[in-house]
């Protein structure tokens, strides 16, 4: 075969196919980063959560920040305060926040009473009248108490110093959750946290149990609203099952004549009945049935006329009275609304709704795999205190002075949003969220616009099994991705419209770093990234100290102090002397220092240790 | 954490499973067959996912001719699709089966011979069959007939096992903050909720970049220094997602505009992602036609929608309030927009290498219930379409609307398997005949001749498991 002739026309014109074809076939993107590359077969190895190796920050701070919303330096100085060793204090800091009463939050009280809410006092008749006074003529207003309610929470997390309180309602807002925005529920919202949440966070979970069936935003969310005699809405019962009380941990599917089954466990009961230890379909069923005639008034056609709109009401009317069977036990005909309570005590005492709850509690204090052994114990103080008045305070005593808490570390990350609370706390952001409909872009809606997008804005998960508690599904690349890239952005918003320099920034760097330094001499690099290490990780870490230190520094020495008091910015303070585009020499490290600062500090957000816990 | 190595059991428990042999029931149950060597087409599959158990019977009721017809009115009033009058539901040709009038994309789609039906499909394991959404929903993406097995999704299994090319830039993406259970354990995927939102760009505006003409180190570049450690499960992920973000910046999500983003992603064919419901899911079908378009290798996609849990108010296409008919628009709308644009790209119709297979956890209860919804069912429909999907029937046996024919009593029985479907595809259109390691547990597959492809000899599995499974 002739061999191609080389003209320059003949090797232009080949390139211009080669180029034509590979721009039509070349990914615009680095080989190098291909997720399929060789060393790369497809599947991802097994890793600890934790290695031995790991370094981690002192012992009061692991605790800290593992019962807290995020830990700050004032709860380690206010934790120091408690006693002479570690476990002294860890003893009376928890003693101390189980009796959340005893602790003076007044400073989170005034923010609460700033924020001018309007909503979240309010009776459910109250709700139920504004709701159907507006209708569908203003969203902002119908949805209003959901919005206060999202950021009355944001607040109490960033200020209350009931920290473990605030961890607890976060934790019983997502078992039991609910879809804050729905169009019907969300009018409806607070009485769900403010009467059937708050007042049991520590308390009783059979009380609890009840109290969110009985909530207006429950009954929504479950549709056990419009459940009446002769056609049962089993949408509640089986997740009051599923995802309240047993758990999947305890579903056997669809079993004909589970009572005649010799593979389904029994145990005897509280009252020395024989009940089943696993639910089945039927159950489901029968539950729903033995739920008919709990609504809430006026809430449809049959409860129009009825009095307190809005409100809880058991109606006899709408209520099976027929025979129905539970768990292998028998509810008489007649039992009225006693068949509900009745089926609430069956499940809150179940030994299946003990294991299961004491397991999700000890994932979220501890990590996403505990030893049974530990779940096991916690169950039994569970199943054995159902009736005790502080029965979930004892449990969570139990689970935070256990040897796995105290010595573990690293075998949980945090979620989105606690990342995000945890670096306003640890940088005492001065941030009180409002809801806000005008046209300013402000930071609460920043805050949350971007909560969401990284996948866990409060109130917000759509399905009533709650935002997930493990590594494997925050650690995805999108919300991890998206959280990182909301860390940085906290300290650049500014308080009332996020963008505009004319407002303060809601974390006042500067303010706190020259306060922390007030000799000029002082402020080296090295002594800056230093301090803020310790603010928000209670220790200083490598590679992360180095990393964000040669990014502080720039070209001028670690120990250089810097200038942090002027900044080259346009918004009318002081430049610096000098040329920005003068290379080299030492002139980099002169500008924009503070807006440098806020970036180094927003490395530090954006390390593990400080996503660990 | 896991008490074995999941590389380890992936890859060596065929052996064991061998030496076990019959008295090992549950470590045969889970050990996976010898593989076999694939070698990947360029093909792309995209698995929607609907969650909250979509009504079946409502997106593809039975039509005037069916005669299934009379037992679904009997069942259906306010839930039905009428056959005549306001909202009466579309007529199909090849078969007695009609569709949800809002869903007219899909009825264009089908009626071109480029979608499918499957009736009465859903999961026959596990057993006892389990209505939990969540138990469902995690079973059919695990794809071990039940449980999460090892922490592994079945699309993982599929490119693991599915003999891609040595450097493919981006072998699947899971839109969505949270990692669907497909691709659980995967490092082929990348895990995103919107293209656009999808890039670190929040730091102080000048220090952002490196500026490496003024020796100026930016934020973003220093992120990988802080995560460069692959100690543990949060440093491998945070290397992960920085690797992501890097992977798809250069890229530009945004919509085109002329004016003020003319580098912006630019549909083809007139197709419109905007939809009146659900906008998200508009969106990132949008994105993955751009990624497709861009050649960046996508073998695997799962995307959701949700809010399909209809126990109250589901509403019918005679009503102004029509719940289901609004989700069936969004559907069908972004499906159909889709399809448009790839199909008329600018380097030819990409719809001939792409498959959309549309699955939900269950259907929902053939007798409605009182408050104008429906409950919990069993079998449901797999809609199916592509450029090589041979569109235009509906698959599948139906087992009847008659109550001694339902499930339990109550249910529209399961007569093909999902992972018929999926299997098929696998081997038809993505070239991996791995489909007993895909799905452990799975055997007897056949194809249904739902996609244009060569078949070829499935992975073992039979062979192996025939003993074990009869004799336990």
């Known amino acids: 075969m002739a061999s191609a002739p080389a003209s320059a026309a003949f090797n232009a014109a080949r390139r211009r196919l080669f180029d034509a074809v590979f721009a039509a076939v070349a990914p615009p993107t680095d080989p190098l980063l291909s997720r399929r590359r060789p060393g790369r077969d497809g599947l991802l190895d097994d890793l600890p959560a934790s290695p031995e190796s790991l370094t981690s920050p002192p012992p009061a701070v692991r605790w800290l920040v593992r019962a807290t919303c995020g830990y700050s330096t004032l709860d380690l100085i206010a934790f120091d305060a408690l006693g002479s060793t570690d476990d002294a204090r860890w003893q009376a800091w928890v003693a101390r926040q189980l009796a959340p009463a005893t602790i003076d939050d007044s400073a989170c009280s005034s923010r609460l009473a700033s924020a001018g809410f309007t909503t979240l006092d309010k009776t459910p008749e109250q709700l139920w009248a504004a709701r159907e006074a507006i209708g569908n003529s203003n969203y902002y207003q119908r949805m209003l108490p959901i919005a206060e309610t999202e950021c009355a929470t944001l607040i109490r997390q960033l200020h209350s110093q009931r920290q473990l309180f605030e961890v607890m309602a976060s934790f019983w807002h997502d078992h039991f959750s609910v879809f804050g925005w729905d169009y019907d529920g969300g009018p409806l919202f607070p009485p769900f946290d403010r009467d059937a949440i708050r007042p049991n966070v520590f308390g009783n979970f059979r009380t609890m149990l009840q109290a969110t069936c009985e909530s207006a935003a429950m009954m929504y969310m479950l549709d056990l609203y419009t459940s009446y005699s002769g056609h049962p809405n089993e949408n509640y019962a089986r997740e009051l099952m599923e995802l309240h009380t047993l758990g999947a941990e305890n579903y056997a599917g669809i079993v004909d004549d589970p009572d005649d089954d010799p593979s389904l466990p029994t145990y005897i009961d509280w009252q020395g009945k024989i009940q089943r230890l696993q639910y089945v379909d039927d159950d489901v069923y029968e539950a729903a049935r033995v739920l008919t005639g709990w609504t809430i008034s006026h809430s449809t056609y049959e409860t129009r006329n009825d009095p307190n709109p809005g409100a809880f009401e058991y109606v006899q009317a709408l209520h099976d009275a027929g025979v129905k069977r539970v768990l292998h036990r028998n509810f008489s005909a007649g039992g009225g609304q006693n068949d509900g309570t009745l089926l609430f005590d069956m499940l809150a005492q179940h030994p299946g709704t003990a294991h299961f709850i004491a397991g999700k509690l000890c994932r979220r204090f501890i990590g996403d795999v505990v030893p049974d052994s530990l779940v096991q114990a916690a169950a039994d103080l569970f199943h054995q205190q159902w009736q005790a008045p502080d029965q979930i305070a004892q449990v969570v005593a139990f689970i935070l002075h256990s040897n796995e808490f105290k010595t573990g570390w690293g075998t949980k990350m945090k979620s989105p949003a606690r990342s995000v609370v945890s670096a306003l706390r640890a940088t005492l952001a001065n941030f009180t969220p409002v809801p806000d409909n005008s046209s300013t872009y402000t930071p609460t809606e920043e805050l949350i616009g971007r909560l969401q997008a990284a996948g866990q804005r409060l109130f917000y998960w759509p399905a009533p099994n709650g935002y997930p508690d493990t590594i494997t599904a925050w650690s995805s690349t999108g919300a991890l991705g998206l959280t990182l890239k909301l860390l940085p952005r906290l300290l650049e918003m500014h308080q009332t419209e996020s963008y505009n320099n004319a407002y303060p920034f809601i974390v006042d760097v500067q303010g706190q770093t020259l306060g922390a330094f007030p000799n000029a001499a002082d402020r080296t690099a090295s002594n800056v990234i230093g301090y803020w290490c310790d603010r928000l990780l209670g220790y200083r870490p490598q590679p992360t100290f180095g990393v964000a230190l040669d990014f502080f520094r720039q070209e001028a020495a670690a120990s250089d102090p810097l200038d942090l008091v002027t900044d080259s910015t346009d918004n009318g303070q002081p430049q610096h002397v000098g040329v920005w585009h003068l290379n080299p020499p030492n002139t980099l490290s002169k500008h924009y220092t503070i807006a440098r600062l806020r970036v180094a500090i927003g490395l530090l957000l954006c390390s593990p240790e400080f996503l660990r816990r | ?472």
């Open chain 2, 1 to 472: 954490m896991n008490a074995f190595n999941r590389r380890d059991f992936l890859k060596g428990c065929c052996v064991t499973a061998l030496a076990a042999g019959t008295g090992s029931r549950a470590r045969a149950y889970f050990a996976p067959p010898p593989l076999l060597p694939a070698t990947a087409t360029d093909d792309t599959l995209v698995v929607v996912f609907l969650r909250g158990a979509m009504d079946g019977l409502s997106l593809l009721p039975p039509g005037s001719a069916s005669p299934y017809r009379a037992d679904y009115e009997a069942s259906r009033t306010n839930t039905r699709v009428p056959l005549s009058g306001t909202g009466a539901a579309l007529a199909l040709a090849n078969t007695t089966w009609a569709l949800h009038p809002r869903a007219t994309g899909l009825r264009a789609l089908y009626q071109a011979g480029h979608a499918a039906f499957v009736v009465a499909a859903g999961q026959v394991q596990p057993n006892p069959v389990v209505r939990s959404h969540f138990e469902a929903q995690s079973n059919l993406e695990f794809g071990i007939g039940g449980g999460g097995g090892n922490g592994i999704g079945w699309l993982t299994r599929h490119l693991v096992s599915g003999g891609l090319p040595a450097n493919v830039p981006l072998p699947a993406a899971s839109m969505g903050s949270i990692t669907a259970n497909s691709l659980l354990g995967s490092s082929d995927a990348i895990t995103m909720n919107s293209g656009s939102d999808f890039r670190l760009d929040t730091f102080h505006w000048s220090w952002q970049n490196d500026d490496a003409a003024h020796g100026l180190v930016g934020g973003v570049s220093r992120m990988n220094a802080l995560w460069g450690s692959n100690a543990t499960l949060l440093e491998r992920a945070g290397m992960e997602t920085l690797d992501s973000l890097a992977l798809l910046r250069p890229i530009d999500f945004n919509p085109y505009d002329a004016a003020n983003n003319p580098d912006g992603y630019q549909p083809t064919g007139g197709a419109n992602y905007t939809l009146a419901n659900n906008g998200g899911f508009g969106t990132q079908l949008r994105n993955v036609a751009q990624m497709i378009k861009l050649n960046l290798g996508l073998r695997a996609v799962t995307i959701d929608l949700g809010n399909w849990d209809t126990h109250v108010g589901q509403g019918n296409p005679t009503q102004s309030y029509d719940w289901f008919g609004n989700q069936v628009e969004s559907l069908s709308q972004g499906l159909s927009a889709f399809y448009t644009d790839l199909s008329t790209a600018a380097s030819g119709n990409l719809m001939q290498r792409v498959s959309v297979i549309v699955v939900s956890e269950f259907g929902r209860r053939v007798l409605e219930n009182s408050d104008g919804g429906t409950d919990h069912g069993y079998g449901n429909v797999i809609t199916v379409l592509g450029g090589a999907v041979n569109g235009g029937h509906v698959y599948g046996t139906y087992p009847g609307l008659a109550s001694g024919d339902l499930y339990e009593g109550n249910d529209v029985a399961v007569t093909t398997d999902y992972r018929q479907v999926i299997s098929e595809a696998l081997i038809r259109r993505m070239g991996n005949p791995n489909i007993y390691y895909a799905f452990p547990g799975y055997s007897g597959y056949a194809p249904l001749g739902i996609f244009q492809g060569a078949d070829l000899p499935p992975s073992g599995f039979d062979q192996i498991f025939k003993n074990g499974f009869e004799a336990a």
